[in-house]
C-alpha cells in the first residue's frame, strides 16, 4: 500500500481558486485529511485580478456539485443558476463561503517554491513511491504530504513574440490581460497613448473599454497578417457575445478609433521616462516601434512547472500539459465546449500522486472551463483515495457544444441586459470570454 493509500499524511492541495477549493470540498467529503495553501492573502487570489469581468458561463456550470452539498448543508443558498457572475461575485456569493466553512485548512499566504519526494531526488527510484512528497515554502517551512494536486493556475505570457521575454520587457508601466480600464485602473489609462498587444478576447476587452475614455489614444498590434480571427463571425456567429465583440473592435478599427498594426513582433521594449518605446522586428528583420505611455500585455497563459522541478512529470513538449491530455484539449482541434470529459488517468505522471489541476493542467491551451476542472478533481479525489471505479467514470454537463451554445449566448445576454441596463455592443465589452479560473474559453 503506497502513502497516497494509506492516508499516513495529508493531501496537499495548492491553490485556493475555483478548481482548488473543488478539490478540497471533494477531500471533505470522502473524510480525506488535507490542506490547501494559497500563496494570496485572501482566497481566489487570482480572480480577485479581474474581479470587475463578468464571465461567459452562468452559475449553473460554476459551482462544483460536492462543493454545493457543503455548502447546502451550511445553509447557503445558491446564487440564481442563469445569472453571469462577475470575478467579484464568485468570490463573495461563492468562493468566500466555501473557504470560510472549510476552516483553518485552508491557509493563505502561503506560497509553495518547490514539491518534492522526502530523501529521493528526481533520479533515485528504489522505494520513492513510499516516500512522502515534501512540500516547501517561501518562508522555509517544510511540510509532508501523501498526494499533491497542484491547482495553482497559469500565468500571464510574456510580450515577446518568440514565447521568450522581449529585451527590456519589465517594468510597471506593462500591465497583463484585463484591467480594470473603465473602474480602479481608470487613471492609469484616461488621457493616455495605451499599447495592446494581443489577438485574443481579452485583448478584444481591454480594447473595446479603452475605446469608452473619450481622451485615450489606443493602438492595437497583433503578429498576424489581418485581425480577422479576432472579428470572428459577427451576426454569424456561433456566440453572439463573441460576435459582437469582434463586430464592435472592427468598427473601432475601421473609424480610425483604435489603430490596427498587424505584423507586429515584439522584440524589446525601451523606457524613456514616462513612456516606453516597443520594438517590433519580424521573422525577415525588417523592424517597426510604437511609443506609448501603458502597454497591455494580452498575449495568453503558460503554466509554470518549475516548482515540481524535483519530480518525475511527462509534460507535452507543445501544450505543457500531460501527453495523455494533450489531444483533447488541442486548440487547433476543439473549442471550450467540445473537450471531452477527462480525469486522473489523463492527468497521471509517473511520479504517482502529483496531479496538475485546473487552467494548469491545460498548459498553453486555452479551451480550459471551470466545469471540466471539477470534474477533473473529483476524479483525481477519488484515485487518491483508492475508488477507481468512480475516478475512471468521468462524465461533463454542459449544455450542447458547451457553454458555447448560441441559445445559451442569447439568453445570458438578454438577461444580464435587462439587469444592467447594458445592450446592443457596449455589452459585449462587459462579457469577454474567460473563465473565472483565467484560462480562455472558446478562442
Aim: charged share 20%.
Amino acid at each position: 500500500m503506497s502513502l497516497s493509500e494509506s492516508g499516513a499524511f495529508p493531501v496537499v492541495v495548492i491553490g485556493a481558486g475555483p478548481v482548488g477549493l473543488a478539490a478540497a470540498a471533494h477531500l471533505a467529503e470522502r473524510g480525506q485529511d488535507y490542506l490547501v495553501l494559497e500563496a494570496g492573502e485572501q482566497v481566489a487570489a487570482s480572480v480577485a485580478q479581474w474581479a470587475h469581468v463578468r464571465v461567459f458561463s452562468p452559475w449553473r456550470f460554476n459551482v462544483d456539485a460536492a462543493a454545493r452539498r457543503l455548502l447546502e448543508t451550511d445553509g447557503w443558498t445558491a446564487p440564481d443558476p442563469q445569472w453571469l457572475p462577475t470575478g467579484a461575485e464568485l468570490i463573495s456569493d461563492y468562493l468566500a463561503p466555501l473557504a470560510k466553512l472549510l476552516g483553518p485548512r485552508v491557509r493563505l499566504g502561503v506560497r509553495v517554491t518547490a514539491i518534492s519526494r522526502l530523501g529521493f531526488d528526481r533520479v533515485r527510484t528504489s522505494g520513492r513511491a513510499d516516500a512522502p512528497f515534501l512540500i516547501r515554502t517561501a518562508t522555509g517551512e517544510e511540510l509532508q504530504a501523501s498526494a499533491v494536486i497542484d491547482a495553482s493556475g497559469a500565468y500571464a505570457n510574456v510580450l515577446g513574440a518568440s514565447g521568450l521575454p522581449a529585451y527590456g520587457e519589465t517594468g510597471n508601466l506593462i500591465d497583463h490581460a484585463l484591467p480594470d480600464v473603465l473602474g480602479a485602473d481608470r487613471e492609469r489609462y484616461e488621457g493616455r497613448h495605451t499599447l495592446v498587444v494581443g489577438a485574443g478576447h481579452s485583448a478584444a476587452t481591454t480594447l473595446l473599454a479603452l475605446a469608452q475614455l473619450e481622451d485615450a489614444q489606443i493602438t492595437w498590434a497583433i503578429r498576424a497578417g489581418s485581425p480577422g480571427r479576432t472579428y470572428g463571425g459577427g451576426e454569424a456567429d456561433a456566440l453572439p457575445a463573441r460576435g459582437a465583440l469582434g463586430s464592435r473592435l472592427k468598427e473601432h478599427v475601421a473609424s480610425g478609433r483604435i489603430t490596427l498594426l498587424t505584423g507586429f513582433y515584439a522584440h524589446s521594449v525601451h523606457a524613456d521616462g514616462e513612456t516606453l518605446r516597443v520594438v517590433s522586428r519580424d521573422p525577415s528583420g525588417a523592424e517597426q516601434s510604437v511609443t506609448a505611455d501603458r502597454v497591455v500585455s494580452a498575449t495568453g497563459f503558460r503554466p509554470d512547472h518549475s516548482i515540481a522541478s524535483e519530480l518525475r512529470l511527462d509534460l507535452d513538449p507543445i501544450l505543457g500539459s500531460t501527453r495523455a491530455l494533450a489531444p483533447l484539449i488541442d486548440p487547433n482541434q476543439h473549442s471550450c465546449g467540445t473537450v471531452p470529459a477527462h480525469g486522473a488517468d489523463e492527468l497521471a505522471h509517473p511520479e504517482s500522486g502529483y496531479y496538475a489541476v485546473g487552467v494548469k493542467s491545460y498548459g498553453r491551451a486555452p479551451t480550459f472551463l471551470m466545469a471540466t476542472g471539477y470534474e477533473q478533481v473529483r476524479s483525481v479525489v477519488a484515485a487518491i483515495t483508492g475508488d477507481w471505479e468512480a475516478a475512471r467514470h468521468v462524465q461533463l454537463d454542459l449544455p450542447e457544444t458547451g457553454v458555447c451554445s448560441s441559445g445559451l449566448a442569447e439568453a445570458q445576454e438578454r438577461r444580464v441586459g435587462q439587469a444592467t441596463g447594458i445592450s446592443g455592443s457596449l455589452l459585449a465589452t462587459q462579457l469577454p470570454l474567460i473563465t473565472a479560473d483565467g484560462g480562455g474559453c472558446c478562442g
